[in-house]
């Protein structure tokens, strides 16, 4: 899809939320806008998509669904800050990453395993000094990170991804917190999309009996795990799903994440 397209969907929704560019990046000669859309609330709900060019259903479920999004929002007081297409030029060209070939998503913070010794991603149960916010990374990365970090930290936070590597239709999150908060969603979701249980999924990370993984991998996610956000999920439907099926997915995960959010929190 033509992003130009994409974002005259995104205006569309300019009478339901304030759509804000928070930045811009230039990638083959052309620049392209970065959109944030906000909805006011008294608790406050974050919603990532699009770090990676090759997984559209996320982008466009937010573009598709917003009304309906809002809608549900609004009858729970919960306000929305919603980044959905962090990666245009990828999005636009169906690339993981940008047309630079730079990767947009784990560049948020880095950890201290030892004194000077620095890496992204700890192993499950690896010990750290500390963790700094990381100043480099890809050009998108460090758009929406700048933009992140000048809000409080909300109430609840969700990532939405597709894995492009199972070769089969399924669903499964990468998560912190209570597992009991999204093992409804899951079940729910289980319906549209077989759940990846008690499986590897890469050669680092192993889902358990719900389909969640725990990851301290230096995602939006991770960082708002940091900053005490109690519920924080990174959402996957693999790219084999059907799109309706992966947009009802993340249709239940959404409107979970917003009723977590109204819980109280931030």
Not at 69 to 93: H, K, M, Q, T
Not at 130 to 146: F, H, N, S
Not at 188 to 199: K, L, M, P
Not at 228 to 243: D, S
Request: glycine share 8%; hydrophobic share 40%; net charge negative.
């Amino acid at each position: 899809m033509e992003y130009t397209d994409y974002a005259r969907r995104l205006m569309a929704h300019s009478s339901l939320a304030d759509v804000a560019e928070y930045g811009r990046v230039m990638e083959a000669g052309r620049e392209y806008p970065l959109f944030r859309l906000t909805v006011p609330g008294s608790r406050w709900l974050v919603i990532t998509s699009g770090f990676h060019g090759e997984e559209p259903a996320g982008p466009l479920t937010l573009a598709e669904s917003f009304a309906e999004i809002v809608a549900y929002a609004r009858a729970r007081d919960v306000g929305l800050r919603v980044y959905p297409c962090i990666n245009p030029s990828g999005f636009e060209v169906g690339t993981r990453y940008n047309r630079s070939g730079e990767k947009p998503n784990n560049d948020f913070l880095r950890y201290e395993v030892a004194p000077g010794t620095w890496k992204g991603e700890l192993a499950r149960g690896e010990s750290f000094l500390r963790w700094e916010l990381y100043d480099g990374g890809p050009k998108e990365t460090r758009a929406v990170r700048a933009d992140i970090v000048r809000f409080p930290a909300p109430a609840a936070a969700l990532d939405i991804h597709q894995d492009n590597y199972l070769s089969v239709a399924a669903t499964y999150a990468y998560t912190f917190g209570d597992a009991a908060a999204y093992r409804p969603l899951m079940e729910a979701a289980a319906s549209h999309a077989s759940v990846i249980r008690n499986q590897k999924v890469d050669e680092n990370h192993h889902t358990d009996g719900d389909g969640l993984i725990v990851s301290h991998d230096g995602s939006v996610t991770d960082y708002f795990t940091r900053q005490g956000v109690p519920y924080t999920a990174a959402l996957e439907t693999t790219t084999r799903t059907p799109l309706a099926s992966s947009h009802a997915v993340n249709l239940i995960w959404i409107r979970g994440f917003i009723d977590l959010a109204a819980r109280g929190g931030t």
